[in-house]
């Protein structure tokens, strides 16, 4: 409770605890016993709070979008591994615009083109570009993977946080329902979109170029066995996240 009534005054917690005798306005009463009812009915605490931190950066997130989660800073370690002065590189499926945007603080030379199926989630991925000074760095484009209009470009990296969870896991799942499912569901065995991934990246990987895709984490063996089919010759592993699991496969051509 104390992050809501944070958030409907404007002060941090500290503050809160510094000053018990501080009273909420009416209209703050209001905005509070609003945000709990919606906290008590389950809706995620990051869309109450409209924001989220990502690799110690702030992000707008809305319904649209899902949630950034820790796990996939992951995928940004290893990218600024992969990564020279003037890569290229897409994000697939940005949602918030998380991936995209955090690397172009961090890469000032990289050339940086994010797609999404969703034009709302496309919305918030801009807007978040524009609060973190990097609007003009990130190419946004509507897309079911790959941009129609891009037919010739080439990528040193592609990155994608694509919808891995196995249909029925995710049903049964707290999540379901409450964000996008288009940014969750990967089909019966959550693998869909990473297959047709895989499938449609290699037309567009520069010579040398690398893959990183975050995975469900029972999937790891499953990803390795698809990726040496489409990758052969390739370096393949699957990474794993601080928890120990299986979060990343990654592929170096
Ligand atoms: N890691 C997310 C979860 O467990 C799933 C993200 C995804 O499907 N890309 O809820």
Redesign the pocket.
């Known amino acids: 409770m104390q992050v809501l009534l944070a958030h409907v005054t404007g002060r941090n917690r500290a503050w809160l605890f510094a000053h018990p005798e501080a009273s909420l306005t009416p209209e703050q009463e209001q905005a509070f016993q609003q945000a709990r009812q919606r906290f008590e009915q389950g809706e995620p605490l990051p869309y109450i709070l409209g924001h989220w931190e990502f690799y110690g950066l702030d992000f707008i997130v809305t319904p649209e979008v899902?949630i950034p989660?820790p796990?996939t800073e992951l995928l940004i370690d290893l990218a600024r591994t992969q990564l020279g002065p003037g890569s290229r590189l897409i994000d697939i499926g940005t949602g918030s615009g998380c991936i995209p945007v955090t690397l172009a603080t961090v890469l000032p030379n990289a050339e940086i083109v994010a797609t999404d199926i969703s034009p709302a989630a496309l919305t918030i991925a801009r807007l978040n570009a524009e609060k973190h000074g990097v609007g003009g760095r990130i190419r946004f484009c509507e897309a079911d993977l790959f941009p129609l209009d891009l037919q010739s470009a080439s990528f040193d990296l592609i990155l994608s946080?694509?919808?891995?969870?196995p249909t029925e896991t995710l049903h049964g799942?707290e999540?379901f329902g409450r964000?996008p499912t288009l940014?969750?569901d990967?089909g019966p065995d959550g693998m869909d979109t990473i297959r047709r991934l895989l499938v449609e990246s290699k037309r567009w990987l520069a010579p040398g170029g690398a893959l990183l895709v975050?995975i469900?984490s029972g999937l790891g063996q499953l990803a390795l066995e698809t990726a040496a089919r489409q990758f052969p010759g390739a370096k393949i592993q699957v990474l794993k996240d601080l928890a120990g699991l299986d979060r990343v496969l990654s592929i170096v051509t």
């Open positions: 899902l989660r796990e946080n694509p919808p891995y969870i799942l999540v964000e940014a969750l990967g975050e469900e």
